[in-house]
């Protein structure tokens, strides 16, 4: 910043040069985590390949021989891929779609909500869930929605003369269930980042709109959502580059079971079972599914990205 | 302060405010209480459908059949090592990277920030992390459960944040005078400053160590180094109960021994999420400040 105009050459090489000698001791801390960062992340971006070869334990991820598209095309042409997409499309933007708007909803909520300990209760109680693990949520669905006598939700249903329904094994409740329960799990915590974005507007504008006779719906509706919208705009971005994400799979694999896996196998499931827990593991061919799923998702968060910056002016870049 | 007349729309206003909020309310925390009546009622009250609120004929039964249950000790102690161990690792890498990242002065924080952030939208995935795991001789081995996911972004983006904010530049070139150099000064002024966010960065790993199951399923093949929630999973989800833990019950009746099977659940759910219950009144407010520190930047 100091010297504009060294543009290039020795100039260029002395300040890196002093740069290193001045700030080693960052570089020195950085080191540790950047090499974990290599190793861990970039490297398996890198084994990445396998994907496009026929992948022999002797030969290791570089020395395998080439396979092209095989493995891609193998997946098109699998008699249970297409279903298996669709069912991760559908668990993916269930959970999405129907969770946006409640986790909005529910920072405006508590936002309007004039006793501060009413406020305090009800975001100290919907926070909670979160910290319940991925295992006991399931567990708990095992529980609640059982056909025994123990399960609840059943016990209603036949209390008001309904018939009992199989909730964890009828492939047609599956997304249901586990977007619901998602839901339940993080409306308080994904109502934070709206609320901290409400409590940064400017109360002069509540001031001023009460002196104009605003009613408290038209202040929600004039100045608290237009307030967080930037908010919404970019964590839905971001909701949109991660929904179909092949990062956690354990819930959806965790409520699996034989009977309802017509709908409940989704890609990140798949790739596990034909690649690590099958007994003859391909790893190559559950490697191009899987970079197929990434590709889907890279998709995904540019449209979404395209798609904010036309209607709104916040964009992630 | 609010002196203007509240009008009829605005009765109704707060009205639903109020009633949506606590159907909320009610909807998280009804699950919750019943797992919890549940667990302090007797084995046959649970299985026949009595409880619906609080517990039935109270009874410990539930609670002393998980303390006889070896495995679940085993599971617990293993998956304390991961916390603890974990959650040190994990905090240690993001403060060393979030520091050099937060200065202004460091040349190269915009790309290396970059090579991080990247990874937040794509990654090796599943197939090739594992092949690299195997390969580094980590496989089945405890250090599987740590490295591959030691590190969060996120936790890094907020860390980094909170040291930019936090933390006033006057002080660095104050210290700089007095030459102290960059390790000094994280060590002694910028980390004993930092409590609060060092404070996020543990619970949130913490949490995510504790509650973790996906690295044991990809990386664990040995049962004696199962987490936790891998015992969990095959007695809530696979109702796979070691028959050793109800044979030591001859006397009782075969039914009341079933019964017990289904209410250890209730018990076992209370008893691995307790840590974490116990924690979250006094952590709670430091996740709702991390989560705000972290949105800022947004």
Redesign the interface.
């Known amino acids: 910043m100091r010297h504009t105009s060294a543009a290039s050459g020795p100039g260029r090489t002395a300040r890196t040069w002093r740069e290193l000698r001045t700030n080693y001791q960052l570089y020195a801390m950085v080191s540790v985590p950047v090499i974990w960062l290599i190793v861990f992340m970039y490297v398996p971006m890198y084994g990445v390949q396998i994907a496009f070869r026929n992948f022999r334990a002797v030969d290791g991820i570089t020395g395998s021989p080439w396979a092209g598209l095989k493995y891609f095309r193998k997946f098109f042409h699998a008699y249970d891929s297409a279903s298996i997409v669709l069912n991760t499309i559908e668990v993916c933007f269930y959970t999405l779609l129907a969770g946006f708007p409640i986790f909005v909803l529910l920072a405006l909520l508590l936002n309007n909500a004039n006793s501060k300990r009413f406020r305090k209760a009800v975001q100290m109680s919907t926070f909670a869930p979160y910290f319940i693990s991925v295992t006991v949520v399931v567990g708990m669905l095992h529980q609640f929605l059982s056909t025994q006598d123990y399960g609840i939700i059943n016990r209603i249903i036949v209390f008001f003369g309904g018939h009992p329904i199989l909730f964890m094994t009828e492939p047609g409740w599956f997304s249901t269930i586990y977007s619901w329960s998602n839901i339940w799990q993080g409306a308080g915590f994904n109502a934070i980042i709206y609320i901290a974005a409400l409590s940064s507007i400017d109360t002069s504008l509540y001031e001023a709109a009460v002196m104009d006779g605003a009613s408290r719906l038209q202040r929600v509706r004039h100045i608290d959502l237009p307030g967080i919208m930037p908010t919404v705009v970019i964590t839905f971005i971001l909701a949109i580059g991660q929904v179909m994400n092949l990062g956690f799979f354990d819930k959806i694999y965790l409520m699996q079971n034989s009977l309802n896996l017509d709908r409940s196998e989704v890609i990140s499931t798949y790739v596990y079972k034909t690649g690590l827990a099958a007994s003859l593991p391909n790893f190559s061919y559950a490697a191009a599914i899987g970079l197929f799923n990434s590709a889907i998702n890279f998709a995904l968060l540019i449209a979404a990205n395209q798609f904010a910056k036309r209607i709104n002016q916040s964009s992630l870049w | 302060m609010n002196n203007?007349r509240e009008?009829g729309?605005?009765r109704w206003?707060?009205f639903s405010?109020?009633f949506?909020?606590s159907v909320?309310?009610v909807?998280?925390?009804y699950?919750?209480v019943?797992?919890v009546s549940?667990s302090f009622s007797s084995p046959s009250a649970?299985?026949?459908?009595k409880?619906?609120l609080w517990p039935v004929h109270p009874s410990l039964q539930g609670y002393s059949a998980v303390f006889r249950y070896a495995g679940i000790w085993q599971g617990f102690y293993n998956t304390l090592i991961y916390t603890v161990g974990g959650t040190l690792i994990s905090v240690?890498?993001?403060v060393?990277?979030a520091?050099?990242?937060s200065?202004p002065?460091?040349?190269?924080r915009n790309p290396?920030l970059f090579?991080?952030t990247l990874?937040m939208?794509?990654?090796?995935?599943?197939?090739?992390?594992?092949?690299?795991v195997n390969?580094?001789g980590l496989y089945d081995t405890r250090w599987a459960i740590i490295?591959?996911s030691?590190?969060a972004v996120y936790n890094?983006i907020i860390t980094r944040t909170f040291f930019q904010t936090g933390i006033p530049p006057e002080l660095l070139e104050a210290a700089k005078l007095d030459g102290c150099?960059?390790?000094t000064f994280?060590r002694r002024i910028a980390l004993p400053l930092a409590g609060a966010i060092l404070a996020v960065n543990a619970l949130f790993y913490a949490?995510g160590y504790?509650?973790?199951?996906?690295n044991a399923?990809?990386y664990l093949k040995d049962n004696d180094k199962m987490p936790l929630?891998m015992i969990?999973?095959s007695?809530?989800?696979q109702n796979q109960i070691d028959p050793s833990m109800t044979s030591s019950m001859d006397t009782k009746a075969l039914a009341e021994r079933a019964n017990l099977r289904?209410q250890l659940?209730?018990a076992l759910?209370v008893v691995?999420?307790l840590p974490?219950?116990l924690l979250?009144?006094f952590v709670?407010r430091y996740?709702?400040r991390g989560?705000?520190i972290g949105?800022?930047k947004?």
């Open positions: 203007v009008t729309g605005d206003f707060a405010v109020y949506l909020l909320a309310l909807v998280t925390l699950p919750i019943y797992i549940s649970v299985t026949s459908g409880v619906w240690a890498l993001t060393l990277a520091y050099p990242l200065r002065d460091f040349k190269a290396i090579l991080f990874t939208f794509f990654s090796g995935g599943l197939i090739p992390t594992y092949l690299l390969q580094l490295l591959p030691a590190l890094l150099d960059d390790f994280l949490i504790w509650n973790n199951i996906q399923l990809i929630q969990l999973r007695i809530l989800i289904e659940k209730y759910i691995s999420s974490v219950i979250y009144p709670q996740f709702v989560i705000m949105s800022i947004g």
